[in-house]
């Protein structure tokens, strides 16, 4: 029996209970501190965990010579100077999305636990969805044929964040499928993006990223906190299938499509625009209903113990950051299409 590891989670809030929660009920992890700024509601998530200790100052976490690895669920303009505190001490990390507020932040994050070969990991927590792997294995499988688009949409009347927009905020969900079920040999190479402050807040509370792949297939989220209705809503296409992922029907979160458009390579069919529609059955599998979050924790135990990245490393993180980049690009010279990487 393998002894479990230790972790402290920092940031108790909305997001760091469920936290607590998956921690605390793994067999591969110990939950040995639990820190917040506001120390009275870090000692009420663990009221029934007399084990568990409580303080207001991470440093006393990071001291702790017998912690293995941090959690962070601080929020996001937080998350670099916690996350480089937590691997300067020697821990392994794994930080909440997006994985901090700046790309340049992201780069130097995933270079110095690199360096320092220390686990970074990002919970893209719809990553360990049962919906989301089903989608990526079709993807990799070939089921799906060629990647044709995304469309993804994700709205509800949400928390408008203090501290970042609505594309940082929620967008990280979408990028992180995208480049989570995107084969490898294609990837983002520029994004347009629209985005509206109607609260006159000085942040975008809705917007539109418009995504080019590298193969001329695109990618379009839309994101809002300002919708009376909460939709989670994402179509992925291909030339043999078509996925319809409804995350919010349960009992059929995900249906494929046998169904295509054809067309003729002739130049004749070609010139008269002749195209066949191809229209099969639809299959809703049977998914499973595991939390995500415990088999995020679980991913994080496995890879500390095998020396190895996780599913979803720091790189993810930073590739989710690199195109959020580009997206504030965009919107600064209001709203034309930049290249994802540059630095201007
Ligand atoms: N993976 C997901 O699906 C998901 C969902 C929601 C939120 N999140 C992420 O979780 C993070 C937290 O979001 P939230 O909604 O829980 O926020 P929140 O405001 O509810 O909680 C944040 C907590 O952090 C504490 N805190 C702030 N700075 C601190 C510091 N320096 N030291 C100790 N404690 C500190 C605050 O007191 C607060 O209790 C964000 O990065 C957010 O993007 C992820």
């Known amino acids: 029996m393998v002894e479990p590891l230790a972790v402290g ?4 809030g909305y997001w760091g209970r469920n936290l607590i929660r998956n921690f605390s009920t793994s067999p591969d992890w110990q939950l040995a501190w639990v820190c917040d700024k506001d120390q009275k509601l870090a000692a009420s998530r663990v ?4 084990a568990v200790r409580v303080t207001g100052e991470f440093s006393e976490v990071l001291s702790d010579e017998t912690v293995d690895a941090v959690a962070i669920a601080t929020p996001v303009g937080t998350h670099y100077e916690l996350a480089m505190a937590a691997l300067t001490a020697g821990k392994h990390v794994l930080v909440e999305k997006p994985l901090v507020a700046t790309l340049a932040e992201g780069e130097r994050l995933v270079a110095f636990a690199a360096e320092h070969d220390l686990r970074l990991m990002t919970d893209h927590t719809f990553c360990y969805t049962a919906a989301v792997r089903y989608i990526a294995n079709m993807v990799d499988s070939g089921e799906l044929g060629t990647f044709h688009y995304l469309d993804s949409v994700r709205i509800n009347l949400g928390l408008v964040q203090p501290d970042v927009d609505v594309f940082w905020d ?10 989570f079920i995107l084969p490898d040999d294609i990837e983002a190479v520029s994004v347009s993006a629209t985005g ?3 609260l006159g807040i000085g942040k975008a509370t809705l917007g539109y990223l418009s995504i080019g792949l590298s193969t001329g297939a695109i990618a379009n989220v839309h994101v809002n906190w300002m919708s009376p209705v909460k939709v989670r809503h994402t179509i992925v296409a291909g030339s043999k299938k078509m996925i319809v992922w409804d995350d919010n029907n349960p009992s059929q979160r995900v249906s494929v499509y046998d169904v295509g458009i054809t067309t003729q390579n002739d130049a004749e069919s070609r010139l008269r625009r002749l195209v066949g529609y191809r229209t099969g059955d639809m299959v809703a599998p049977a998914l499973a209903d595991t939390e995500a979050l415990s088999l995020m924790v679980g991913e994080f135990a ?28 965009s919107l600064a010279q209001g709203g034309g299409p930049v290249a994802v990487g540059a630095t201007t």
């Open 9 to 12: 989670i920092v940031g108790a």
């Open 47 to 50: 009221e029934a965990m007399p």
């Open 170 to 179: 929620l967008a990280p969900h979408d990028l992180s499928i995208l480049d």
């Open 196 to 198: 509206a402050d109607p």
């Open 302 to 329: 496995a890879a500390i113990t095998e020396h190895r990245d996780p599913l979803t490393s720091g790189a993810d993180g930073l590739a989710v950051l690199r195109i959020l980049d580009a997206a504030r690009r």
